[in-house]
């Protein structure tokens, strides 16, 4: 997800559907206790896309360690005909020329 700007902010918020009584409830909370400590609606969504990106990094890392391994002993077998058509639909292979 890409976010241009603060215009688009509202949007991002809506489509993790952030509710709008969590904020209030927080702000109630924390007017009555002066040790309180609430994100805005906005941070928590940022809490949350940095948990789900330190999940994917370390997931990706599991998945490189498992293929290093295959690859050194000579277990990995790669589809080579999958793999160009993969490089050839993200362009990293210009076929023109």
């Not at 609430?38 to 330190?54: D, I, K, N, P």
């Not at 490189?64 to 050839?88: N, R, Y």
Request: charged fraction near 25%; charge should be negative; aromatic fraction near 4%.
């Amino acid at each position: 997800m890409r976010i241009d700007g603060f215009q688009n902010i509202p949007a991002v918020l809506q489509s993790f559907k952030v509710d709008k009584s969590l904020s209030s409830n927080s702000e109630n909370e924390s007017s009555s206790s002066s040790s309180s400590v609430s994100l805005s609606a906005f941070g928590e969504v940022l809490q949350s896309l940095q948990r789900e990106s330190a999940q994917t990094a370390k997931l990706r890392s599991a998945k490189v360690d498992q293929l290093a391994k295959e690859a050194q002993s000579g277990d990995l077998d790669v589809d080579m005909v999958k793999l160009a058509t993969s490089l050839i639909n993200l362009q990293v292979i210009d076929t023109k020329g």
